[in-house]
């Protein structure tokens, strides 16, 4: 059944039945085989027998004699929808083919949709748009205020063109108005672009919009259809809600006033009445709630067009009085607002007569039946729509979504709306059918991850960033390692805001899912370095592995910040390590090749093995602490920086070095110390001299720092006492000792190598430098009694300086609400802002002789043991390590005597000699297993030698005593007087 009201017009719009007359003007009738219909702004279209025929309905018009026109179309054209827009109407032939209607009534083929199958069209004023099977939408027409959403300044066009700004989105729904768009996503997203005089995009202002644009207050508002009017729109929300917005001048928003909205607001009157459709004319609007058969109207009624039997504007919802007989065999399936008309198209209760087909949306993997038993014809079938799933990056975006509990409709920046679930079962059958997976490798590298927009514009198509790798992770090894390295490209080529949400979406994955990406681009990354290892090069080697890398230091910094239980050796490729291996072999190489021709051979090689690695050691996540220090104790030198001192100036002469050192001196050339007392000597000093400089400069008689109660611990001044360029140059000590790998003194808490490491401090840093202080402000945060105020507030003093710490509400009080802000804030200027000048200078001189990322590759804690050291003395496995050379082997009298004596050192004795040996008196970072001690017999000597020993090397070379008692004296002389204490 059809009813209709509004403007006079040929009775019964000429189809071939009996018009029934009811009150307030509407009529009825039961035209055979009206399948559906549209109404435009000139005139109206009907589909009978798929077959169109139009009416026109303007005055101008009425020369056409008033008579419907059969649309001219080819003998196949079987039309299954029209919709008419200003001048013209586009039609939807079976197969998903697009025809044109001119004034003329011909029909044409669109083109440029030739072999495109589309499932949606809508017309505006003067403008179209199409949908397509798999998810692509094209817009043609007029671009005057940005309606085709290309971009501001491009021209109007009469071919469709894709709109790629929207690539990737899944839509569920188009809409048109007279100068305005608007789409709906799967998910419930609504973008809106084009005219905006009014509000209809519902943006909060009138700027047109050129691009689509995501009506952010609609967000989780479940809507679930879209309608645009000439110069508003109405969207409708699962449950029914009604929201309307743009011109509301004669009333067409039904907010009972006839002025703009520029937000979507809700249709009040209707609040409650689960509303089940809604559609927008030129100035009016229509609602049907199916639980009551009921129509309402509102807006523009002056042709009659409200259908309440009288001529007004009217800006409340008021029933449209239809006929009896809709009430009892019928239910509404359509409404249509023209310009100066409404329509409702009924249709027989299920059961009695079926429905048209409603409109098809876009393919997805839910939409796929995979079964190993389909027959042969359904199975050409299944890939096809395989291929269309995997190519596109909107069906793909569109499938496995979690619509328990409508959780699809809560899609944000913070949940993907995946059912996570789903994809394994579902990727788990795919991958059992190898026609198919292989179907899906071939479209998704061809065709999908070619397809893929950098920046788009909503969160719905970074789903497949989630989706790919679970898919891939399946796959056979060269498959996978060809897809991965390809999806690492995208991902890194995706803009900052998109890769932060991805990001946001990585920290909360679920575990095993969180677990398995990290396994899949740690398993293509170790292969590949495996490759370089034995020279298995190639080109897509060299390109996929920094970029397999960079997406694992990616996740790792996510794991960390968001605290998961994924732990740091899940991200370490222990065959980074035979890189590692294979540049110290060609170190030794070089120390036992004699001729230029060699050198020559493996300096190229050390230089190519060495960008790799500078390449890798920006990522740190793959590298264990072995292989860090390795790549320090290994990394490529361009040549010698040297010093030259005096002993009893060592702090004047170095800084006046430094000072004139150019960075590249400093950061690239390896540090030999000279002292003018022994310039007949070659030898370099260097440990030497970092264990002196380092020990003068933290004295208390430097001034430059400020200690702890117990003075065990070094902090930056507040108001230092020395001129600022001290710090500079103390920091470039510090850098140089790094970057040399030199073990020095320096007593500072964990909280300087944060910050060096760009990781804010903490409270429990704080504790550490002053636990007094640190722990009552850990009693404060931990107080439980409910005291409202406590006997403090934010004025402080530190290092005899008083502080407010909120200088905008000086001498605030300390409460309950705010303990946690004044404990960050405490914590915050003690090591941060107190600091901030001097320890800028100290961080730029650090920098200054010593690449950040070799800083950055290590954490904190592992920063503080390279500079500084530890304190876990495990002398036994100094015995166990240690090898003899010459006369020496381990059952020699005087080796045997020798570990005797060692036993029966005390503790300070033990870490004398330590130092003695090596240089450094705490034990490098990886332990006491790093020193290998070497023994050897030391020539030419006399029972008055003392032993020597060699740092660089950790050789010591023991004179032949004749008895223990000399040779325990001698040890002991030499370790506390470090007499023959010298590096080679």
């Keep these: 059944m059809l009813c209709y009201w509004g403007a006079p017009v040929r009775e019964g719009f000429g189809l071939p039945d009996k018009v029934k007359h009811g009150k307030c003007g509407i009529r009825s009738m039961c035209p055979k085989s009206v399948e559906d219909m549209s109404a435009g702004r000139s005139f109206v279209g009907f589909i009978r027998d798929r077959k169109v025929s139009v009416l026109r309905l303007r005055d101008e018009d009425y020369n056409q004699d008033g008579k419907l026109k059969q649309l001219q179309l080819k003998k196949n054209d079987r039309i299954r929808s029209i919709v008419c827009g200003g001048a013209d109407a586009v039609l939807l032939a079976n197969g998903g083919r697009v025809l044109i209607m001119d004034k003329s009534t011909v029909c044409r083929p669109l083109k440029g949709l030739e072999n495109r199958q589309v499932i949606q069209i809508a017309c505006g004023d003067q403008h179209s748009m199409a949908l397509t099977k798999d998810g692509q939408l094209f817009v043609w027409g007029e671009n005057s205020h940005g309606q085709l959403g290309l971009g501001k300044g491009e021209p109007s066009t009469l071919s469709p063109q894709p709109l790629k700004s929207l690539c990737g989105i899944p839509l569920a729904q188009i809409s048109a108005g007279g100068d305005h768009s608007f789409v709906l996503s799967l998910s419930g997203v609504v973008f809106g672009w084009g005219k905006n005089s009014a509000g209809q995009l519902g943006l909060g202002d009138t700027t047109d919009r050129h691009v689509p644009t995501v009506v952010n207050s609609l967000n989780r508002k479940k809507t679930v259809s879209i309608s645009c009017g000439g110069e508003h729109t109405a969207t409708l929300s699962k449950g029914g809600t009604v929201f309307t917005f743009g011109s509301g001048g004669f009333g067409q928003l039904g907010h009972n006033a006839f002025k703009d909205e520029h937000h979507p607001r809700v249709v009040g009157e209707l609040w409650g009445s689960k509303v089940s459709h809604v559609t927008c004319g030129r100035c009016h609007t229509l609602v049907s709630v199916s639980s009551s058969k009921l129509i309402y109207s509102f807006g523009c009624g002056m042709q009659g067009q409200l259908g309440n039997g009288e001529m007004i504007k009217q800006s409340v919802p008021f029933p449209v009085d239809l006929l009896n007989e809709c009430d009892h065999e019928y239910m509404i399936e359509k409404l249509i607002a023209g310009e100066n008309h409404s329509f409702a198209l009924f249709f027989k209760e299920p059961g009695n007569e079926s429905k048209p087909n409603p409109s098809r949306g876009i393919v997805t993997f839910d939409d796929i039946m995979i079964d190993q038993s389909l027959p042969r014809s359904e199975s050409r079938k299944v890939i096809k729509d395989i291929n269309t799933v995997f190519s596109s990056a909107a069906s793909l975006n569109g499938s496995f979504l979690k619509t328990s509990c409508d959780i699809q409709y809560q899609t944000s920046v913070e949940n993907c709306g995946l059912d996570f679930d789903l994809v394994k079962t579902s990727f788990a059958k795919l991958s059992k059918n190898e026609r198919l997976i292989s179907e899906v490798v071939k479209v998704v590298q061809q065709k999908l991850l070619p397809s893929l927009n950098p920046n788009p514009t909503g969160v719905e198509s970074l789903r497949l960033y989630l989706l790919l790798p679970e898919l891939i992770r399946g796959l ?509």
């Design 476 to 984: 056979q090894e060269q498959q996978r390692t060809e897809l991965t390295g390809a999806l690492a490209s995208k991902i890194l080529d995706l803009s900052p805001d998109a890769l932060k949400v991805l990001e946001t979406y990585w920290s909360k994955l679920p575990d095993d899912w969180l677990k398995n990406l990290v396994d899949l681009f740690k398993k293509v990354s170790a292969m590949l370095i495996g490759r370089i290892a034995v020279e298995k090069l190639n080109r897509n080697t060299q390109t996929h592995l920094p970029k397999c890398v960079r997406i694992l230091q990616m996740v790792y910094q996510v794991c960390r910040s968001a605290h998961r239980d994924i732990t740091k050796s899940d991200f370490i490729i222990h065959e980074v390590n035979g890189l590692l291996d294979v540049l110290q072999t060609i170190h030794e190489d070089m120390n036992n090749w004699q001729f230029n021709l060699q050198i020559k051979a493996l300096m190229k090689q050390l230089k190519y093995y060495d960008t790799i690695l500078k390449d890798l050691i920006s990522l740190p996540c793959i590298f264990n602490l072995e292989a860090k220090c390795s790549y320090m104790k290994n990394k490529l030198w361009q040549g010698c920086f040297q010093l030259t001192l005096r002993r009893t100036a060592l702090l004047e002469d170095c800084f006046c070095q430094l000072r004139t050192a150019t960075q590249q001196h400093l950061r690239e050339k390896w540090l030999a110390v000279f002292y003018t007392e022994d310039m007949r000597k070659t030898d370099v000093n260097k440990k030497d001299f970092f264990l002196n400089v380092f020990k003068e400069l933290c004295a208390p008689e430097s001034q430059l720092f400020m200690y702890n109660d117990n003075n065990t611990l070094s902090w930056f001044p507040t108001q230092p006492s020395v001129e600022k360029e001290k710090y500079f140059l103390f920091g470039t000590l510090c850098g140089l000792a790094f970057n040399n790998n030199s073990v020095v003194n320096l007593p500072f808490p964990l909280a300087l190598f944060k910050k060096l490491c760009n990781v804010k401090p903490s409270l429990e840093d704080l504790i550490e430098f002053s636990p007094v202080l640190g722990k009552s402000l850990r009693y404060i945060l931990d107080y439980s009694d409910d005291v409202v105020e406590m006997d403090m507030n934010f004025t402080i003093t530190w290092n005899e300086t008083e502080v407010e710490l909120d200088p905008a509400e000086p001498g605030k009080v300390v409460a309950n609400y705010n303990r946690t802000e004044f404990v960050d804030k405490y914590v915050d200027y003690i090591l941060n802002k107190s600091v901030e000048e001097v320890f800028e200078e100290f961080k730029r001189g650090f920098f200054n002789s010593c690449h950040r990322h070799l800083v950055e590759m290590f954490e904190p804690e592992e920063l503080r043991g390279v500079l500084v050291g530890n304190e876990e003395y495990d002398w036994d496995i100094l015995k166990q390590n240690t090898t003899y050379e010459g006369l020496f082997y381990a059952e020699h009298p005087t080796i045997i005597s020798f570990w005797e004596v060692f036993d029966e050192l005390t503790s300070n004795e033990k870490k004398a000699f330590l130092l003695f040996l090596t240089g450094f008196e705490k034990v490098p970072i990886l332990g006491m297993s790093a020193v290998k001690m070497r023994v050897r017999p030391l020539f030419n000597f006399t029972q008055d030698h003392l032993p020597q020993a060699l740092t660089c090397h950790a050789l010591l070379e023991l004179p032949i005593y004749q008895s223990k008692k000399t040779l325990r004296a001698k040890v002991i002389e030499a370790i506390n007087h470090k007499r023959g204490f010298w590096e080679e």
